[in-house]
T-cell receptor, first 111, second 114 residues
């Protein structure tokens, strides 16, 4: 099955700086890579996703890049704000129903 | 439109007790999922369903059973709870396959097994 590794496990950034989270996956057949944000005590929510036929996708302050050759993908958050503080999960799938999640990154934005 | 709801929100069980977690969605979604979330491990798929009357095993199905008798409901059962099943359980649903349609999560159920 698919194995997703996520780094770093914790990330502290100054407000206004950028944050980058990286994930690697094991199965080259994986074709869909979503990112979820989970605030403390809340449910995970999809914030951005990318498919294997695209190398980069951007939505306002967040962007995701995918390198299929190296089998890794990254989340980039620019101009971080206090409300960006949360746990972020990457995931990958190679079929219609099973997402394999990374272990999560706790992002803290310092004011 | 309530989205995805879960009942109960919290529960404490003793080892060996049984219980059922209820997930309901009002979005007419075909696909439904049960995950568990443990510290430092992300979410892991327990069971899933691709339509009314169907269920299938996910990544960590042992010790759990599920049923999808109605399209809007997906039940997760623990027949004989064990401390290793202490976790936060999330239900999710999607209109179609994950690669096509967004997966929406419920608020979670925090289960403690003593």
């Amino acid at each position: 099955g698919e194995n997703v590794e996520q780094h770093p496990s914790t990330l502290s950034v100054q407000e206004g700086d950028s944050a980058v989270i990286k994930c690697t996956y094991s199965d080259s057949a994986s074709n869909y890579f979503p990112w979820y944000k989970q605030e403390l005590g809340k449910r995970p929510q999809l914030i951005i996703d990318i498919r294997s036929n695209v190398g980069e996708k951007k939505d306002q302050r967040i962007a995701v890049t995918l390198n299929k050759t190296a089998k890794h993908f990254s989340l980039h958050i620019t101009e971080t704000q206090p409300e960006d503080s949360a746990v972020y999960f990457c995931a990958a799938t190679l079929n219609d129903y099973k997402l394999s999640f990374g272990a999560g990154t706790t992002v803290t934005v310092r004011a | 439109n309530a989205g995805v709801t879960q009942t109960p929100k919290f529960r404490v069980l003793k080892t060996g007790q049984s219980m059922t977690l209820l997930c309901a969605q009002d979005m007419n979604h075909e696909y439904m999922y049960w995950y568990r979330q443990d510290p430092g491990m992300g979410l892991r798929l327990i069971h899933y369903s691709v339509g009314e009357g169907t269920t299938a095993k996910g990544e960590v199905p042992d010790g759990y059973n599920v049923s999808r008798l109605k399209k809007q409901n997906f039940l997760l059962g623990l027949e004989s709870a064990a401390p290793s099943q202490t976790s936060v359980y999330f239900c999710a649903s999607s209109r179609g396959p994950i690669v096509v349609d967004e997966q929406f999560f419920g608020p979670g159920t925090r289960l403690t097994v003593l």
